[in-house]
């Protein structure tokens, strides 16, 4: 919770509200009705961003997968070729 209230800070600084900046994003915080939505949605997209590696190993697999199955084919295609030739 204190990342997210440096990130608001900062953003309220680079706003040009930098003597106001801490007073409005804690009161901002403190107002359950205002700040849940945003504080949901940071929340989520953290835990999206910390799932980048499980994707990749996701998409790895299903490409290994399809390359086996690639070459699979082929050689049961080559095969069946071999015999009947």
């Known amino acids: ?5 440096q990130e ?5 600084i680079a706003a040009g509200r930098s003597l106001t900046a801490e007073t409005e994003v804690d009161t901002f915080l403190r107002d359950t009705q205002r700040s849940d939505e945003y504080i949901q ?3 989520r997209a953290k ?11 996701r998409y790895a697999i ?9 070459l699979a084919a ?11 030739g």
């Open 1 to 5: 919770m204190e990342e997210l209230r």
């Open 8 to 12: 608001l800070i900062a953003k309220y």
């Open 41 to 43: 949605m940071k929340l």
């Open 47 to 57: 835990e999206e961003s910390e799932l980048g590696f499980e994707e990749f190993i």
């Open 62 to 70: 299903a490409f290994s997968f399809g390359v086996l199955y690639s």
């Open 74 to 84: 082929n050689y049961y295609l080559d095969l069946h070729e071999v015999r009947k």
